[in-house]
């Protein structure tokens, strides 16, 4: 017999920030509202990992591949994996990107925890949170 809770799945949430401090601190509120998480200090180590995710939090100013493009690159390879960007300014050029990819939100930078948490829970209300793993097409 299953548990009550057997049909409950922890939703799994990347978190993309060079900022150790802002890992630790999305970190510590994530898991006490019961999401599991992993952490990525650069695009590239997202890019590397082939776990999936429900929502990826992603900063925008990322040394290397910044947060859209991280975000632009998984969507040319078909993955929709919800994403949160975290941004402080954007010129219109930019935020024209991000309103151009699909599945995708952004909130200003000081960040209010609710409207972190919020954001999170739409996505996965809308069902749109896929407990599958990608991966990004690799070359043999």
């Keep these: 017999m299953l548990s009550k809770n057997a049909d409950r799945m922890r939703h799994r949430i990347g978190i993309v920030n060079d900022d150790p401090a802002m890992r630790d601190s999305m970190r510590a509120l994530l898991e006490g509202q019961d999401f599991e998480i992993s952490e ?16 990826l939090l992603v900063d925008l100013a990322l040394p290397g591949i910044s947060g859209l493009e991280l975000v632009e ?53 809308e069902k749109i949170c896929h407990h599958l793993p990608y991966a990004i097409p690799r070359t043999r």
């Design 40 to 55: 990525y200090e650069t695009a590239d180590a997202c890019l590397q990992k082939p776990d999936g995710y429900c929502v």
């Design 73 to 125: 690159i998984l969507r040319s390879g078909g993955i929709e994996t919800p994403a949160v960007l975290m941004i402080d300014f954007v010129d219109k050029i930019t935020a024209a990107r991000i309103r151009a990819a699909k599945n995708c939100a952004s909130l200003n930078k000081p960040i209010e925890p609710s409207e972190l948490v919020q954001a999170i829970r739409r996505f996965c209300a």
